[in-house]
């Protein structure tokens, strides 16, 4: 009784191929019609085939720390730099180390590459100053600095500089003062002038002793602020090098139109947690909005509550971004939430700051050493002569399928288009959906997924003529050499996965777009076996050509050397035994 069922349940599975040959043709229609509908018809390319740009950044001695520039810190840098072009949407960005000092970074050619360019090597060391004092750009002719409250002048900016922030120079225009935030100034409602900043709210803490107090700022600080010139960008841009957080500073605003005397840093980029660019719908303006970290916040709420007790411009804390000011708020009172930068922010400019921001400090200063345009003309002549291999490849595996398979190779055709639909739609759809690239090595991993998936087949294929070699019709066999050959795909295919996957994770860069695409294929030639190979020749085997053996079939028992049927051979042994026994 058990014969029976289980034969009657192999020809229930026999009976409805039809249901995973309708599953897998619906994912590729889906598929292929998701392709057409998002746009993009065709893989995002690398940089080895689009083009694009290839920047190398040479680390900056610091003063006093010439131990600086190690291993440790060249790969954090990389780490973060790695991060931030992501942050941007940009695919398949290499950045890698080269010798002791330099950093390679390759981004390709798209929408967000030069923005990404301004980022990479952008230090991005952010400091809360408390203001000391202020005055305009220009050198100041008296040999001393010491603005009033009242009559300081501050930076202005320009709309779409991303490093300004509005000033502090008193304007004849109307202002409020919200909770938490000090608006742009000019005069109040009670007629009171209230000095103009850029936009603050926060909360996070630290010592304002040197806030209170320009002590620390010898005669030589004191002189160097009078004679810097912060109309000159280069003098604008070495103001604060070599200073430690912990001493006091001079500094110029962004656009050079006015130069800051600054105590030591009370709050740091490292107490920041997260920063969004976000636009605010009251004041129709960008701006910059950043969370502390539980010990910036308390830092913050300190020095707040100091300062606000202060008149201008020591009531003023400025934001120091690699030593130039992007904004330099008034304080009215405590601060307590998170805090907003603000200034003549554009989209761009303020998610450019918030990602560098969100993403850290580099531990080091790079200079751009050399800038190159990558053309994509090499890496075309390079793919024209990768797919004529491939191509050369495809067609012995098709010359070789029909002369030993015959019938079977169009099986394995059909089977290898229905791959190649589906690796081409998923590896388009991926392009916007993660960033993925199609560089070189990805498409050699593509081509090696054909020999991958042409094994398949052809394991199946002779567990099925074996089958029949020992006898058995064609149905029967490919049904009883199914479960030995899906063991066989299934081992084959995990180990070539698991190559793949550790392949991606050990390896950066290019080699990581061969072990990618070498996986995605993997999976895929289990799904196309399982789902469309099998099914369809199990319709194959009900036909007459392939049921009855056709010398051209690939499947002819007399050709395949098949042996007599099993019960013949049992009927004929029997009756010989019993004389020789009696």
């Known amino acids: 009784m058990a014969v029976p069922k289980k034969g009657k349940g192999r020809a229930g599975g026999q009976s409805r191929p039809g249901r995973a040959l309708a599953l897998i043709l619906i994912a590729m229609v889906a598929l292929t019609g998701g392709m057409f509908l998002s746009g993009h018809t065709t893989p995002r390319l690398g940089i080895d085939l689009a083009g694009g740009t290839s920047i190398t950044l040479k680390a900056k001695s610091q003063p006093g720390k010439p131990e600086a520039i190690n291993e440790t810190n060249m790969n ?35 929408t967000n590459s030069a923005q990404a360019r301004e980022q990479v090597g952008t230090t991005a060391q952010l400091y809360f100053r408390p203001v000391l004092s202020v005055t305009g750009g220009e050198p100041t002719p008296t040999g001393t600095a010491s603005p009033s409250a009242s009559g300081s002048p501050a930076p202005s900016a320009e709309p779409g500089d991303k490093e300004t922030a509005s000033g502090s120079e008193a304007t004849p225009s109307s202002s409020a003062t919200t909770q938490g935030r000090a608006v742009t100034g000019g005069l109040k409602q009670d007629g009171s002038p209230t000095p103009a900043a850029g936009d603050v709210s926060g909360d996070a803490a630290a010592t304002p002793a040197a806030s209170q107090t320009p002590d620390a700022a010898t005669a030589a600080l004191e002189k160097k602020f009078t004679e810097l010139d912060c109309t000159d960008e280069k003098a604008r841009v070495a103001a604060g090098d070599g200073v430690k957080p912990e001493d006091p500073t001079v ?21 920041v947690d997260d920063a969004k660019g976000q636009f605010d719908q009251q004041r129709g303006i960008w701006l910059v909005s950043m969370e502390f970290t539980d010990k910036g916040s308390k830092k913050f709420q300190t020095i707040t509550k100091k300062l606000s007790a202060q008149q201008s411009p020591q009531n003023q804390f400025a934001i120091s971004l690699d030593g130039e000011v992007v904004s330099a708020p008034q304080v009215n009172e405590t601060l307590s939430g998170s805090a907003e930068i603000s200034g003549s922010f554009t989209q761009q400019s303020a998610e450019d700051l918030a990602n560098v921001l969100s993403y850290g400090a580099l531990p080091l200063s790079f200079s751009e050493d050399t800038v190159t345009t990558v053309t994509a003309a090499l890496g075309g002549e390079q793919l024209e002569a990768g797919l004529i291999a491939g191509a050369i490849g495809l067609a012995l595996v098709v010359i070789y399928l029909v002369a030993y398979y015959r019938g079977l190779a169009l099986i394995a055709l059909l089977s290898l288009l229905a791959s190649g639909i589906l690796s081409y739609t998923i590896m388009a759809l991926l392009g916007p959906a993660i960033g993925f690239a199609l560089n070189l090595p990805a498409v050699c991993g593509a081509i090696v997924a054909i020999g991958i998936t042409a094994d398949s087949f052809i394991v199946y294929f002779e567990r099925v003529r ?21 063991r066989t795909i299934l081992v084959s295919d995990f180990v070539s996965f ?39 020749l199990t319709l194959m085997a009900r036909t007459k050509f392939f049921s009855s053996g056709h010398p051209w079939s690939g499947l002819d028992p007399k050709r395949l050397g098949a042996k007599p049927p099993l019960r013949r051979s049992r009927r004929v042994s029997a009756p010989t035994d019993h004389p020789k026994e009696a």
Do not use: H
């Open 251 to 271: 500094a110029c605003s962004s656009e050079g139109d006015a130069k800051y005397l600054l105590g030591p840093a009370e709050v740091s980029g490292t107490d």
């Open 498 to 536: 698991l190559a793949a996957a550790v392949l991606f994770l050990v390896t950066v860069g290019k080699v990581q777009g061969f072990a990618f695409t070498l996986g995605l294929t993997t999976l895929l030639d289990v799904v196309v076996v399982f789902l469309f190979t099998k099914p369809l």
């Open 466 to 486: 074996d089958e029949i070699r020992e006898g058995r019709t064609l149905r029967p066999a490919v049904e009883r050499g199914w479960p030995r050959a899906r």
């Open 76 to 110: 954090t840098a990389v780490e973060i730099i790695e991060r931030r072009v992501n942050g941007l949407g940009v695919s398949e960005a290499e950045v890698q180390t080269q010798g002791a000092s330099n950093i390679i970074v390759n981004i390709p050619k798209g």
